[in-house]
């Protein structure tokens, strides 16, 4: 299997640094490593190019936030004729034989389109943060399993299937993503690729978390703005009407709270999400001094 990486960069040098090293430096390299900046407008794509001359970087024209870059990562992946696309974005430290780990599986699994690794939290190397993640089948809240929560009470377990793996690193065979097509660019960030792994699931492919691969990454927090449009998204794309209109009357009692407590940045926030959903309004979240988040 021939494999092309795609490392999605904003603004993260040089923090992407350990993450290119290690990539490059497993025991399983890529054949085609690309680096995607996502129009930084700053002095890290010259500082990546004169640093790993031996990794081809494409620029974005503008922020196309993580489906945009990654679909142009992807592309140019595929028009190299790879057999598999490794997504990972510029936080995300792979341990050695993580990509070795996860080609295997795929290589033994034919009916599987996409595979992920355990990722623990880089301030806390032991401690889980999500291995495999659940859509919850009446709700349909996105979890991420982390039980048991460190990295030794994983330790020989096989394969698992599971309904999405979050977005930091994906193995993608790329026959399945030949079969899908691009990751939906409407969501810019967060949720897309929950989408992508329905839409995979829906047209008949395995989603897997591979335990003995191991990465680290540490969760940050999502603008509530995008949070609750993206939310609306996903579940017009995917769940029963029932499931949106619960949603729906979800947000507005949630509203209702924030008026009742003062909490206007919040408050308009969310009505703004809600309203860019209405509006099929997508792309990045509108500047903002003070952006109402919530914990990934």
């Not at 699994?109 to 996409?114: F, L, W, Y």
């Not at 947000?251 to 209405?278: C, K, N, P, Y």
């Amino acid at each position: 299997m021939r494999i092309g990486a795609v490392v999605l960069h904003y603004r993260h040098w040089p923090g992407i640094q350990p993450v290119i090293e290690r990539l490059l430096g497993g025991s399983r390299p890529p054949d085609l490593t690309v680096v995607v900046d996502n129009h930084s407008a700053d002095a890290s794509p010259a500082a990546i190019r004169g640093s790993f001359p031996g990794v081809e970087l494409v620029e974005a024209p503008t922020n196309l936030g993580y489906a945009g870059g990654m679909n142009l990562g992807i592309g140019r992946v595929i028009e190299a004729g790879m057999d598999g696309v490794l997504l990972v974005t510029h936080d995300c430290v792979l341990a050695r034989s993580a990509l070795a780990r996860m080609e295997a599986r795929l290589g033994r699994a034919p009916g599987v389109g996409v595979v992920g690794p355990l990722t623990a939290l880089a301030s806390r190397p032991e401690e889980v943060f999500a291995a495999g993640c659940s859509l919850d089948p009446h709700t349909w809240e996105t979890k991420l399993g982390a039980d048991p929560g460190t990295v030794e009470g994983w330790a020989g377990r096989p394969p698992m299937a599971c309904d999405w793996l979050t977005g930091s690193c994906l193995l993608f065979r790329t026959s399945a993503i030949e079969q899908v097509g691009p990751m939906d660019e409407r969501f810019f960030l967060y949720f897309e690729e929950v989408d992508y792994q329905l839409r995979l699931r829906e047209a008949g492919w395995g989603v897997e978390c591979v335990p003995s691969a191991l990465a680290w990454q540490e969760p940050g927090f999502i603008p509530l703005e995008l949070w609750v449009r993206n939310r609306l998204l996903l579940l017009a794309l995917h769940a029963p009407g029932r499931v949106l209109a619960r949603e729906t009357r979800t947000q507005l009692r949630a509203s209702a709270v924030e008026l009742r407590r003062g909490e206007i940045d919040r408050l308009t926030a969310r009505l703004r999400g809600a309203a860019r959903f209405a509006l099929r309004s997508w792309g990045p979240p509108r500047p903002a001094g003070r952006r109402p988040v919530v914990r990934r």
